[in-house]
């Protein structure tokens, strides 16, 4: 189905295949039922009437404005169209009148608080063109666009506004009299009289201007004093607000230096344990992989010792046995050498021994000149009665020889000369 519109509204259409929407500002459009949704937005201009009653000024006189303002959404910026959608779509334009009333009402009611009643006054311009511009940036971010702006009428309930006109009056009016009394006071000395007098009525009321001049500028003391008052309290409560919003923005700074520190020691921990791994990878699966290694040679060592120890065992307890056999078959022969030396003994007996000693006699006599090769250097001293040199020796070993017999003798009780005598037979 088909939509149209005027120029004065706006289309949304929503729905299957419409995303984002489609916004239509004076045209047409084509909607499918039932799966698609079609809404209209008006952009009529809206006439404000805009009324701040009793805002106190900036030196605490309270007043009261109204203004006038012309604003309408702006189809043509689809920026803004999309905005005023998005904030009033489906409301009607006396809801919308009213939210926009509303903003430029206290928007207005700022502008007036920090101005005076005499900027307000004698400046109407300038804080017309103060709200038009601070409501502009505002009611843009809903799509609304402030067309104008007019002052419409300014007024109080204290007749402060009509005190400022009638101290000018007054003002005027004595300049006036003043002039006048000195014209009179030149006329002539036939007025002196009536002129005094007159002067003197004038000097009364002068008196009486006098004194409400003072009673002005005594209240006006006052309203300076509270205004003042009111301005240091306003600039320390900003300066208070300053230094919250300065400790808030530190606050949210420290906030964001803890989060960056949290994440980087995240990261840090992630780092450690990607370092970890690597190590775990480069060297701790090699090192465990080389100590296996090591106990497989190890083991394989111990192996190969324990077999050779049990191969060297088995050597020693086979040459021990051999020793042993050996040893047991000498012992045997020895025995029975003995036996049979025993048993020749008992058939020799002396000559038997004889022989056993004349056999032993030339290693005796080795044993006795054995001390003899040992020596380096003999030196030989003579009488001159006797040999010298090696014969000396000689016959000196042979004496020792000579008195082996009865060493012989003397340790075994058996004379070798008698054993000869008796049994030569036997000893040839």
Known sequence: MFFTCGPNEAMVVSGFCRSPPVMVAGGRVFVLPCIQQIQRISLNTLTLN?????????????????GIAQVKIQGQNKEMLAAACQMFLGKSESEITHIALETLEGHQRAIMAHMTVEE????????????FKVASSDLVNMGISVVSYT???????????????KARTAQVQKDARIGEAEAKRDAGIKEAKAKQEKLSAQYLSEIEMAKAQRDFELKKAAYDIEVNTRKAESDLAYQLQVAKTKQKIEEQKMQVLVVERTQQIQLQEQEIIRKEHELEAT????A?????????LAEAQRCQLIMQAEAEAESLRVKGEAQAFATEA???????QMSKKAEAFRQYQDAAMVDMLLEKLPQVAEEISKPLTSVKKITMVSSGSEGVGAAKVTGEVLEIMSKLPDT????????????????????S
């Open 408 to 427: 012989v003798e003397k340790l075994t009780g058996i004379s070798i000369s008698q054993m000869t005598q008796k049994k030569p037979g036997r000893m």
């Open 151 to 165: 002052l419409k009428d300014i007024h109080d309930d204290q007749d402060y506004l009509h005190s400022l006109g």
């Open 120 to 131: 307000i006054y004698k400046d109407r311009k300038k804080f017309s063109e103060q709200v």
């Open 330 to 336: 000498k012992a045997r022969a020895d025995a029975e």
């Open 50 to 66: 805009v009324k701040s009653e009793k805002v106190y000024t900036r030196h605490g006189v309270p007043i009261s404005v109204t």
């Open 283 to 286: 060297v701790k699966k090699p």
């Open 288 to 296: 465990e992989a080389e100590r296996y290694r090591l106990e497989k």
